[in-house]
């Protein structure tokens, strides 16, 4: 599975963005899909997860009420709507594939089998 993530950009705290990820492969329906996101200096944080059959969801504490994780297996594509956007949420947002077929949402990157690469997210206090 190839991944490819879009949609970020510069907003006002406050604000929304949405992200998306593009999947190509004709199995993207058989993973569940996460985002994590990676601030300058900082580890690599799981934002959120969701599964792939019944889409199913599960959000880091920080982000929990504010963003929202859906998908598309029609079109090969996982989103990311954030709202209510702080400074803090500034980071490479990054979205990942877990093809073990077990729902476990993990904030471990391990966990992951393929990786996208990033979209930047800034929020201008």
């Known amino acids: 599975v190839q991944l490819q993530a879009s949609g970020g950009g510069l907003v006002q705290a406050g604000g929304s963005l949405r992200l998306s990820c593009a999947a190509s492969?004709?199995?993207?329906?058989?993973?569940?899909m996460a985002w994590f996101r990676q601030a300058p200096g900082k580890e690599r944080e799981f934002v959120g997860a969701?599964?792939?059959?019944?889409?199913?969801?599960s959000y880091a504490d920080s982000v929990k009420g504010r963003f929202t994780i859906s998908r598309d297996n029609a079109k090969n594509t996982v989103y990311l709507q954030m709202n209510s956007l702080k400074p803090e949420d500034a980071a490479v947002y990054l979205c990942?594939?877990?093809?073990?077929?077990?729902?476990?949402?993990?904030?471990?990157?391990?966990?992951?089998?393929?990786w996208g690469q990033g979209t930047q997210v800034t929020v201008s206090s």
């Open positions: 969701v599964s792939w059959r019944y889409s199913t969801t």
């Open positions: 990942a594939a877990d093809g073990s077929g077990v729902w476990l949402p993990s904030p471990t990157v391990n966990a992951y089998d393929y």
């Open positions: 492969g004709r199995t993207f329906t058989r993973y569940h």
